[in-house]
């Protein structure tokens, strides 16, 4: 049950540990949270999830990183607070503040047909990043944590955010929708690829960008 999960979650030290892929959690598609924690826990839960995709550090946190296989995951993105990142990549990325936030059963939905490729990253592969093409702009509809109802347009970075964390509660990996010739190790991005865009690294490693 889902209760006895998060309580054994909640009798451990923060941080908890993040699930790495091959882990068949991170493979299953996750069941629809229906209210099955208290406030408490739910509060708890929540908590624990934003101490650890801080300390991590990460911009977002789906419950089956950390072994929970129901459709909640939390987001962040302070955005403009990072040193040595040029201003002209935070705008070329389409880097825009995201407050924290809670995302309750998500959905997303493609708005018109423009896509963004950047280098993405991911807190359950560690230590690899690969080029992904998304749609740049998204409908999000779900709930709070509160059970309010979610209905919003996100574009640019924050509606990456989105798109990831909300595939991760769907047994999708964002190597899935990667171009594989892209794949990259965190240092080899830092020192080849920090341009604003990866139109170097597409035609170095040889792979197309939309």
Do not use: K
């Amino acid at each position: 049950m889902l209760a006895d999960q998060v309580d054994e979650l909640l009798a451990r030290p923060l941080p908890w540990p993040i699930v790495q892929a091959g882990d068949p959690v991170l493979r299953a598609s996750a069941r629809p949270y229906e209210g099955e924690l208290t406030e408490l826990a739910l509060a708890a839960l929540i908590e624990g999830m934003q101490v650890t995709m801080r300390e991590a550090p990460g911009v977002g946190l789906a419950a089956p990183q950390i072994g929970l296989g129901v459709r909640i995951a939390v987001v962040e993105d302070g955005a403009r607070e990072r040193p040595g990142v040029p201003a002209a990549t935070l705008e070329t990325r389409g880097i825009a503040p995201l407050p924290f936030r809670v995302l309750v059963n998500p959905v997303y939905q493609r708005l018109g047909d423009e896509l963004a490729a950047f280098f993405e990253g991911c807190l359950s592969v560690a230590g690899w990043q690969a080029v992904v093409a998304r749609p740049l702009r998204i409908r999000l509809t779900g709930q709070d944590e509160t059970g309010a109802a979610l209905d919003e347009q996100l574009s640019g970075w924050p509606a990456r955010i989105v798109q990831h964390e909300t595939d991760h509660l769907h047994g999708i990996l964002y190597v899935d929708r990667a171009e594989s010739r892209s794949l990259s190790t965190h240092e080899a991005v830092a020192r080849r690829w920090a341009q604003p865009t990866p139109a170097e690294a597409a035609r170095e490693l040889g792979f197309d960008l939309p």
